[in-house]
């Protein structure tokens, strides 16, 4: 019989059955009436990866064919979360696949709860990275992803007795269907040691490393499929190996556990993610991470450039590779030596290819989040980097002295080596000084930016400063996360949104249309019935659907301002107390989010939300108006299912602390109103919604900056509102911790004292603004239009727009379509 090519990636109900049930056999080795739950899901996902694995290989062949630029997104976080809703989304055979499963007698839905999040990032900067990989391929950009394959990603979050425990991730235990292993494409890494300088038999100047220990990094690669395309991307993580088993010396002379020792060394370089997201020091465990990554992914794309061309002086032109912050910039010192020491470049046009290969973004303002490492350290781990970034940093404080002039200091400011003891390597100076283009994530941060964190090198080079603000891509968290809103939507303006937001705006013309806008409050309802049921699930809190759902859910920080959001609940139960028959509208505030294991304060407010929860939820005075949960674990699923019920978004950072923020799209995208501060991405998606479609309140970051310079004086605040006070005081007199004043002691004191992020300034304001929540809540069917037309308008911040902008203003790469 003649062999049918396509039986094994078909994709209609039947084709797809006979798969699942073939993989169910041949690769689980089970059969129907024994399989449990987590088998059915591992066939499907096979059965969805051998038709990725389809286009990728037609991916491969059009992008070698076409000798296309490729985008290399290098990144320490790729947070993609769970990949098979997304990928039978993106393959359009979601609807199949499910007829294929209930014909085998199960429910897609049930198999989607088996998948274990792949949580390989911390937050905002990590889900970044994936939904860029989710445009780049959906735009049919040429794009790999470069990063780590931690076998231990983000920690599950456990609260017990309302404090967080930290449970280690065990993502890989099952098994991953969804990434294929390349053992043969294996980097060896070097990593200590000294370095020899030596001449060559022609004269050359060269230099040996001399490493003290090899590491072999492994490809692991994941295909990334666009949404209504063939192409087929590469997410490509990094598994660390040792370079041989075993120790034969130190084995045959029977000393086992040194022999093991060097094996368990080598893999403990990609064994965990660090929990933490802001920079931590002094960690050679992190350093090693980055290089390790870096180095691998670099000498990846030499290999494939290698493959097409003589030799690497066009490397740039086949290459644009991107910064994710200053994680991955030892790239800039790595390609250097690279390009001069093992590929025999000249530094002059060594340099010229490395700087308009990298372009660099930034995601922080705060100077002391910035990341540096101490130069011993550096020395230890990289000791060639060393001589390479001196050598960088001497060219450029030499030229650097030419162009300013050393006004007012700007040359120490810009070196990349900090004086001190001991001295540090500044990364974003070394990004800055290696990457042809700088750019913040939203309009006011690159703002903030030109002004102050990189003021001097916006003086240096202004053209290389430009704003991308941030974007998210509306598959996973629409189209996949809210199908009932997406289906009103396509219903009344077709699916052309999905590819193209901005034609949302088609939805402003259903506006006045009274069965829409009832539609539209139904699937909220809906939406908000099921994250009940889940809730009640969770945390055993009974919620009521009809209540309005404020909800705040993202990483624990000060300057995130979770504690704002809990004194004004303080502040309802107190009114609720001091006038029982108060009319209100009914409210459920909901919080959520992981603190840094290492951030007592962020772990405090954790405990706080479950103390005051625990009083507020079972106060028989207080009924239905007001509920205060914690949704635990906050990750990527739980996300999906949390935006598609929120009224309220809570963006509530001090000004100028937020770099962007991308939950804030996330759920405007659903619907939600928003109350914010004039920070990050909230000043444009205030902008494009309408200030009458958004609660505005707080300083300005300019503001901020004032009070902080003139002297604030958080006890004034404090002193001067009685509600402030009253809600203050009764978490200090013990009231929600069994009467021991000493638990919330430490955050009351150092709001009282510091306040650093100025929560005491804000509160009358964020109180006011909440009131005027409530006025709109009360007008049901103007709350709607409203909520329509935050959708209708926020085609801006799809991930889509991003990345054009930045294949536009900064990789100059175009698509290349596969058949
Ligand atoms: C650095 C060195 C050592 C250890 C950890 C780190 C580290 C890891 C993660 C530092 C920072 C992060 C994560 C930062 C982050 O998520 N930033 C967020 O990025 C989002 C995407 O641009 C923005 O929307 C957020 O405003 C920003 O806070």
């Known amino acids: 019989p003649k062999l049918d090519l396509h039986s094994r990636t078909g994709t209609n109900a039947d084709t ?20 449990t739950p987590h088998d059915w899901y591992q066939a499907v996902a096979y059965t969805v990866r051998d038709r990725q694995l389809h286009r990728w290989v037609k991916t491969a062949q059009t992008y070698k064919k076409q000798k296309s630029r490729s985008v290399c997104y290098l990144s320490a976080e790729f947070l993609i979360g769970p990949m098979l809703g997304s990928n039978l989304v993106n393959l359009g055979i979601e609807d199949e696949v499910r007829e294929a499963l209930s014909a085998l007698g199960q429910d897609l839905d049930v198999l989607l709860e088996q998948e274990p999040e792949p949580g390989l990032g911390n937050g905002g900067l990590g889900r970044l990275a994936a939904c860029y990989m989710d445009s780049l391929a959906t735009l049919e ?20 007795n309302g404090w967080q425990k930290e449970i280690s991730d065990q993502w890989l235990h099952l098994g991953n269907p969804w990434e294929v292993p390349r053992p043969l494409l294996t980097f060896r890494v070097n990593l200590g040691g000294h370095t020899e300088h030596y001449t060559d038999d022609h004269g050359n100047h060269r230099v040996r490393w001399e490493p003290e220990r090899v590491v072999l990094g492994v490809a692991h690669d994941t295909p990334i499929i666009g949404y209504g395309v063939n192409n ?13 088993s075993f120790d034969f010396e130190a084995f045959n002379t029977g000393d086992y556990y040194a022999a093991v020792e060097e094996k368990v060394k080598s893999e403990t370089i990609s064994k965990v993610l660090y929990p933490n997201d802001e920079a931590i020091s002094g960690k050679t465990l992190r350093l090693e991470q980055q290089y390790f990554f870096v180095s691998c ?15 690497l002086s066009n490397f740039h032109e086949k290459f644009a590779a991107q910064l994710n912050d200053t994680h991955p910039a030892i790239a800039v010192a790595e390609l250097m030596r690279l390009l001069v020491d093992e590929h025999h470049m000249d530094w002059n046009p060594a340099w010229s290819v490395a700087s308009r290969t990298f372009s660099y973004t930034n995601h922080t ?40 002039h050393d006004v007012c200091g700007a040359v120490t400011r810009l070196s990349i080596i900090e004086e001190g003891e001991p001295k540090r390597v500044r990364m974003a100076n070394l990004a800055c000084v290696g990457s042809h283009a700088i750019n913040g994530v939203a309009a006011l941060h690159t703002e903030l930016l030109k002004k102050t964190t990189l003021n001097d090198f916006h003086n240096l080079w202004p053209e290389k400063f430009l704003n991308v603000t941030n974007g998210v891509t509306p598959r996973r968290f629409l189209l996949l996360s809210n199908p009932k809103q997406s289906k009103l939507i396509s219903d009344r303006i077709g699916e052309g949104w999905i590819t193209d937001l901005e034609k949302l705006r088609g939805l402003e013309a259903h506006l006045d249309d009274a069965g829409f806008r009832e539609d539209w409050r139904r699937v909220k309802r809906e939406n908000k019935e099921a994250l009940a049921k889940l809730l009640k699930e969770r945390t055993y809190v009974d919620v009521d659907p009809q209540s309005l759902f404020s909800v705040q859910a993202k990483r624990i920080h000060e300057y995130k301002r979770q504690h704002l959001h809990l004194l004004y609940v303080v502040t309802l139960y107190n009114r609720i107390i001091n006038n029982p028959n108060l009319s209100m509208a009914p409210r459920v505030h909901i919080l959520g989010g992981k603190a840094a294991p290492g951030y007592a304060m962020a772990k405090l407010f954790i405990k706080l939300a479950h103390a005051v929860g625990e009083m507020v939820n079972r106060d028989q005075m207080v009924g239905d108006r007001l509920k205060l949960v914690f949704f635990p674990n906050f990750n990527v699923k739980n996300a999906q299912r949390i935006y598609p019920a929120a009224d309220l978004s809570e963006q509530i950072s001090t000004a100028g602390f937020e770099a962007s923020g991308t939950g804030n799209m996330k759920f405007s995208m659903n619907g939600a109103l928003t109350i914010g501060t004039l920070d990050g991405a909230n000043v444009e998606i205030r902008e494009v919604v309408g200030d009458e479609n958004f609660f505005l309140f707080g300083m300005t970051a300019e503001e901020v900056v004032h009070l902080k310079t003139n002297g604030y004086h958080p006890r004034h605040y404090y002193d001067g ?34 306040d650093p992020f100025m929560v005491l300034a804000d509160y009358e304001a964020y109180c006011h603004a909440q009131s005027q929540v409530d006025d709109l809540w009360a007008q049901p069917d103007l709350w709607t ?5 935050n959708v209708a308008r926020i085609g801006k911040f799809s991930s889509d727009r991003a990345i054009r902008e930045y294949c536009e203003k900064i990789w100059k790469v175009q698509p290349t379509p596969v058949d």
Request: no cysteine; glycine share 4%.
């Open 232 to 244: 087929t991307n590469l997410l490509r993580l990094w598994k660390a190996e040792a370079e041989q």
């Open 721 to 754: 509102n009685a509600e402030l006070r009253a809600a203050m005081d009764l978490i200090a007199s013990g009231y929600f911790s069994h009467g021991e004043a000493d638990v919330f002691k430490p955050l009351i004191d150092n709001l009282l004292e510091h």
């Open 785 to 789: 239009r409203k909520s329509i037309l």
């Open 297 to 311: 992914s670099l000498r990846d794309m030499i290999r494939i450039h290698l493959q097409q061309e003589p030799d």
């Open 141 to 160: 950009i040429p794009a790999i992803g470069y990063g780590i394959r931690y076998e231990f990603g983000i920690f599950h979050q456990r609260i017990e």
């Open 16 to 35: 797809l059955q006979r798969a699942i049930l073939d993989n169910l056999f041949y690769i689980q080795g089970r059969f129907p009436d024994v399989a």
């Open 365 to 404: 303002l705060l100077p002391e989040a910035l990341e540096t490492w101490s130069l011993p350290l550096l020395q230890q781990v990289l000791p060639r980097h060393v001589e390479i970034i001196y050598e960088i940093n001497m060219r450029f404080m030499d030229q650097v002295r030419v162009l300013t």
